[in-house]
């Protein structure tokens, strides 16, 4: 029984362990009286495997394709902004408290909004030099056929972006800024750029992305990404901010919605860090081409 | 300085028995095993041996030999005997520190 259990457990680990080890063991383990201890010992192997993948000999790399780890954060965060926090009774509660602050979380809740504000915009911007280095490259007769090819790549899937990136602006200018939607209040018009500007930033990766192609757009999709960086700074400091505004009510506030506010940061946060990386090194490997070897 | 493997983990003192056991010729994990408890007395498990014989392959101190067996004994190579020299010369001086030391609380020195 235990024999059997033990040879199972192999299937957990992964496959190029298995290409490679996987005879040896299930060999071992028909070899040996096989107890609990065997059956432990190898489920604790095979996490170990999963963990350290990457020097089983002959392993490839695992990875996971950027536009699915940022799908996944994305709907993430929108299914944590709504239903999840627009739902929660405690942003309408937490009005009263955040009334009896005054001007400090007035002052606060406008910090916030000002810095996911700036941040939305500063991410729309910042594919601007590299679409204007694209055009002129599209009319001028200086760059190579694969240049002015890429380029004029960038610029239509430019154009395919517009109208998702406005779509997500506006409802983030609605909720923040317009008091549309219910029931958002100051805590929720504070934290909503927060679960949108990581999605704008996420629909224009796809211009630096495809800018890599070209190695002489290379400076331009590296400048994409240290714009895209101040971006990210600014998302993180206006979630200090939310995190100061929650803090002032934090005694009415349930632990779930600390909990799933937190997680948002967070999420939101972390994508913001994985896109503007994502265009910082593509534009370096790019520019590594150029470089004499 | 003594290289000490740092990076095995709690591997570090699987990966020195399989050292000192490939040390007097090639084995399969079967006889590691065995050879492994008669020498220390410790039972290994297929799931730790083989964690240990992937760090110890990755880094190049031990290495298959071919073999159409469904065995595949592994050997150890000379960094592999260079690397295991130095563990066994830190455990020496260890013992010895050891023994000094409890010599001296013991009030035998």
């Not at chain 1, 070899?31 to 604790?44: I, K, N, Y």
């Not at chain 1, 810095?115 to 009319?139: D, H, K």
């Not at chain 2, 006889?31 to 220390?40: A, G, K, P, V, Y």
């Not at chain 2, 013992?95 to 035998?108: F, H, I, N, T, Y």
């Amino acid at each position: 029984m235990m024999r059997a259990v033990a040879s199972a457990v192999l299937s957990l680990y992964p496959k190029a362990w298995r290409e490679r080890y996987g005879e040896e063991v299930a060999d071992l383990i028909a070899s040996r009286p096989a107890r609990v201890r065997t059956v432990l010992d190898l489920v604790s192997g095979a996490a170990d495997a999963w963990l350290h993948h990457r020097r089983v000999p002959g392993a490839r790399t695992l990875t996971v394709p950027l536009a699915a780890v940022l799908t996944c954060m994305g709907a993430a965060l929108l299914l944590m902004w709504n239903p999840g926090l627009r739902d929660a009774t405690d942003v309408a509660s937490l009005r009263g408290v955040w009334a009896e602050a005054g001007p400090i979380a007035r002052n606060v809740q406008g910090m916030a909004q000002s810095l996911f504000g700036m941040a939305g915009v500063i991410s729309v911007l910042s594919v601007a030099p590299l679409l204007n280095t694209c055009l002129a490259a599209m009319r001028g007769s200086v760059h190579g056929p694969l240049t002015r090819m890429t380029a004029r790549r960038v610029v239509m899937t430019a154009w395919l972006l517009v109208v998702p990136v406005g779509l997500v602006g506006l409802t983030f200018v609605s909720l923040a800024f317009l008091h549309a939607g219910y029931p958002v209040g100051p805590l929720g018009e504070a934290m909503a750029g927060g679960f949108y500007v990581p999605l704008i930033m996420a629909l224009v990766l796809p211009l630096p992305m495809t800018a890599a192609g070209a190695p002489s757009l290379g400076s331009d999709v590296r400048g994409t990404g240290q714009i895209l960086a101040s971006a990210a700074l600014c998302n993180a400091l206006a979630w200090g901010a939310v995190a100061t505004l929650l803090t002032l009510g934090l005694e009415k506030a349930s632990w779930s919605f600390v909990a799933m506010v937190a997680t948002g940061a967070l999420v939101s946060v972390w994508m913001t860090i994985v896109v503007t990386r994502s265009a910082i090194r593509r534009g370096r490997t790019v520019m590594g081409q150029l470089s004499p070897a | 300085m003594a290289r000490r493997p740092k990076e095995l983990g709690r591997f570090t003192d699987v990966a020195l028995l399989v050292l000192i056991s490939l040390a007097e010729g090639q084995k399969h994990g079967y006889r590691m095993i065995n050879d492994i408890e008669e020498f220390s007395g410790t039972s290994l498990e297929p799931g730790t041996l083989y964690g240990a014989l992937m760090r110890l392959e990755e880094r190049g101190w031990i290495e298959p030999v071919e073999s159409a067996e469904r065995r595949k004994p592994y050997r150890i190579t000379e960094s592999g005997r260079s690397a295991l020299g130095e563990q066994l010369a830190t455990l020496r001086r260890i013992e010895q520190a050891g023994a000094r030391r409890a010599g001296a609380a013991w009030g035998l020195a």
